[in-house]
């Protein structure tokens, strides 16, 4: 191990990896370890025989095929075809290490006892039984504007100003009916609590104008807005790895670290490993490298759900279904989320499909908060994995401390937060915006 670099990296999660690559592009001498000995961290793809031993339930049964078959998410997450990750992924390792995904077949949001899809097509908006005739009047009222809706142009607000009134009021401005708020606030805004009503409604329409981008980039937006890498996540850590060490990033797993020092002056110095002492301007990591510089801030609850059969309400090879808060009762604060794959997509063998629920953690009893999630996969679950996750957050930026730690995985079925946070950790780091402009790859097709 060499005695200086720029970096020191801790930790292999997507977040950490991502950075790893675009510091190593950047010119700097990286330096990234790992306590285990797998890419990935907490997101990376486990096979059979490893998913059995992460949650000690001893070996797998023959009926379950072949534990290479499976690439199982520890955190599973869609990708908005328009979002900040992927256009990371363009920027950097999608054509390079020809990297496929594949679009998934729908989206959809539970309303009592039914589960209806998410309209994409003007077609499916009038046919749908979300919405009454007058209330899909209404509706497209509000969609027509918030798709006009330009931040520089005052002029296309109308009689409202989305910079300083609330969604709440503009949802009021409408006439729209508490059940078509909850559909546009949770399966289209992807919100995942009612805290967005009283926050500027210019960050709802934001959210808005994602999904309809991401939607219209395939297929003519007739199917969903979401994408997922073939053989799962942990295929995108170790992209960035490989880009990484190609740049002349230094690389070892298996290597805990046994001690980080920080001078008088609070500013980090270096690290202590087995291997040696490494000194560096200054360290990234996530939130289990570094206990006392980081709050937590809450708990999220996972069930992975190996299955014989799809999704019995939507029938489809993969989707997304979300459970607003208000249909689980109790009433809960949080949604439930639930993620679908397939063989399709390389993560389990024929005939076996793979499903994640997943929600933020309210009680003591995080499991049942889970149940509505899973009842609604159907009868086909053969075995569960469960867990519950503490969420961190940092104490300082790091600006002074020269110490970048992550944010924790959230509870959603997207990477959006977590792309914000690593685009926000490389400008602190650098100083300057990370400039997509001038990435070392051609754009790529996903």
Known sequence: MEEEYDAVVCGTGLTECILSGLLSVAGLKVLHLDRNRYYGGESASLNLDQLYKNFSKGEPPESMGKSHLYNVDQIAKFLLADGELVKILRATVVN???????????????RGSQVYKVPCTEKEAL?????????????????????????????TWG????????????????????????????????????????????????????????LSMYEGGTVSPFVYPLYGLGELPQAFARLSAVYGGTYMLDTPVDKIDFGADGQFQGIQT??????ARFIVGDPTYFPDRVKKVGQVARTICLMDRPVEATKQQSCQIIIPYSQVKPVRKHDIHIIQLSEVHKVVPSGKYLAIVSTVAETSNPEKEL?????????????????????YQPLDDGKESKCFISDSYDSSSHFEGAAKNILELYERITGKPYDFDKSIATAGTM
């Not at 899973?374 to 969420?391: A, P």
């Open 127 to 155: 046919s749908s039984s979300l919405m009454g005739i007058f209330e899909k009047r209404r509706a497209a009222k509000f969609f027509a504007w918030a798709q006009d809706f330009d931040k520089e142009n005052p002029k």
């Open 371 to 391: 149940e509505p999630g899973v009842n609604l996969l159907g009868s086909g679950v053969i075995e569960k994995f469960t867990s519950v996750t503490n969420l």
């Open 274 to 279: 087995s291997e040696g002492y490494a000194k």
């Open 96 to 110: 390079r290490y020809q990297m496929e995904f594949m679009l998934c077949d729908g989206s959809f949001v539970a």
């Open 159 to 214: 009689k409202l100003n989305p910079m300083e009134q609330t969604m709440r009021e503009v949802f009021a401005h409408y006439g729209l009916s508490k059940d078509t708020v909850e559909f546009i606030g949770h399966a289209i805004a992807l919100n995942e609590s009612e805290e967005f009503l009283d926050r500027r409604a210019y960050e709802t329409i934001q959210k808005i104008a994602l999904y309809e981008a991401s």
